[in-house]
């Protein structure tokens, strides 16, 4: 698929910023959908145009999808940038990007989903996502939505953190229960990768992880020690414990309610991507190895590999 300017949504966020650098990269022009009083600074540059506008203001949609090639929505109100972010533009916001994206005619819609939303029934944020699929193909928006597992990196890089403190935190149980895993850069080339792919993935859910499979906390544990040459000291935090916390505080916060459920879900082993598609679509997965070693310098855990070793 031929690109000229792709719409970016959530364009100053943790994935959003990343796909924005992508695309930079391509040389694709980009248009940046930023809510008003947020700093676009970070991804101001050549090729980039910030548009202000927001998910829960479509008339400011229909402007910002004017003549765009496609879009890729990386926005997301659970991870609460802003204090006042509520579920309401996970659920609501979504369906008005859906709605907007169809009334615009895109060529290509590029949902950054959550792996497995349609079988996590009582986790909201993956309801949320799994309605956001339901309403691009209720509408017949050509769109993709790319699954990502667990971030190994968030905006608040606990794992990192820890790791300084050559600390391992973990959920759950150490080795019994495996799970998805992906790196932030990786899911942002998925979701560029998507834009530009050939028709057949229209209409299809893309699970993204790495080529090496789920991982346990154990093992994960072990990459990162090997790699950063570090002894970690390792916790992990028993199913029990989630569940108590998220019954007791969870009455009262909902974003411990939502979290605690998604580790909880977790516990089912269900929560594995299934590479086939992507390799098959949307090229090879990194292994976690790779996936780790490029985290780690990233991070400054390790020395940084010479120029053009990746």
């Known amino acids: 698929m031929s690109l000229e300017t792709v719409l970016v949504v959530g364009a100053t966020g943790h994935v959003g910023r990343?796909?924005?650098?992508?695309?930079?990269?391509?040389?694709?022009?980009?248009?940046?959908?930023?809510?008003?009083?947020?700093?676009?600074?970070?991804?101001?540059?050549?090729?980039?145009?910030?548009?202000?506008?927001?998910?829960?203001?479509?008339?400011s949609l229909d402007a910002a999808f004017a003549g765009v090639d496609a879009a890729i929505s990386c926005a997301a109100g659970y991870t609460k940038r802003r204090k006042s972010d509520s579920s309401d533009i996970d659920r609501v916001g979504n369906v008005n990007l859906a709605e907007a994206a169809k009334r615009s005619g895109v060529g290509r819609y590029v949902l950054n989903s959550i792996l497995q939303c349609d079988d996590a029934q009582g986790v909201q944020h993956f309801v949320d996502k799994a309605e956001a699929e339901a309403a691009l193909r209720r509408l017949g928006v050509p769109f993709v939505a790319v699954r990502p597992g667990a971030f190994?990196?968030?905006?608040?890089?606990?794992?990192?953190?820890?790791?300084?403190?050559?600390?391992?935190?973990?959920?759950?149980?150490?080795?019994?229960?495996?799970?998805?895993?992906?790196?932030?850069?990786?899911?942002?080339?998925?979701?560029?990768?998507a834009a530009f792919a050939d028709e057949k993935i229209v209409g299809r859910t893309v699970d993204v992880g790495w080529s090496t499979g789920p991982l346990s906390n154990a093992e994960l544990a072990d990459t990162i020690a090997s790699i950063t040459h570090r002894t970690l000291a390792r916790t992990i935090v028993p199913w029990w414990v989630l569940k108590t916390v998220t019954a007791v505080v969870g009455t009262f916060n909902h974003d411990?309610?939502?979290?605690?459920?998604?580790?909880?879900?977790?516990?089912?082993?269900?929560?594995?991507?299934?590479?086939?598609?992507?390799?098959?679509?949307?090229?090879?997965?990194?292994?976690?190895?790779?996936?780790?070693?490029?985290?780690?310098?990233?991070?400054?855990?390790?020395?940084?590999?010479p120029l053009g070793v990746r």
């Open 256 to 305: 411990v309610r939502d979290l605690g459920k998604m580790f909880l879900y977790f516990r089912h082993g269900r929560y594995v991507a299934d590479a086939a598609l992507h390799e098959a679509l949307l090229g090879p997965l990194p292994t976690k190895d790779d996936a780790v070693r490029r985290w780690a310098q990233a991070q400054g855990l390790v020395q940084s590999a």
């Open 152 to 193: 190994l990196d968030q905006a608040d890089d606990f794992v990192a953190a820890n790791v300084k403190k050559n600390k391992y935190m973990g959920m759950g149980d150490a080795s019994r229960t495996r799970w998805s895993w992906t790196y932030t850069p990786d899911l942002a080339e998925s979701l560029v990768n």
């Open 18 to 59: 990343k796909v924005v650098a992508v695309l930079q990269q391509r040389g694709v022009a980009v248009r940046a959908l930023v809510r008003p009083g947020s700093d676009a600074s970070a991804i101001e540059g050549p090729g980039v145009t910030v548009v202000r506008g927001d998910m829960m203001d479509p008339p």
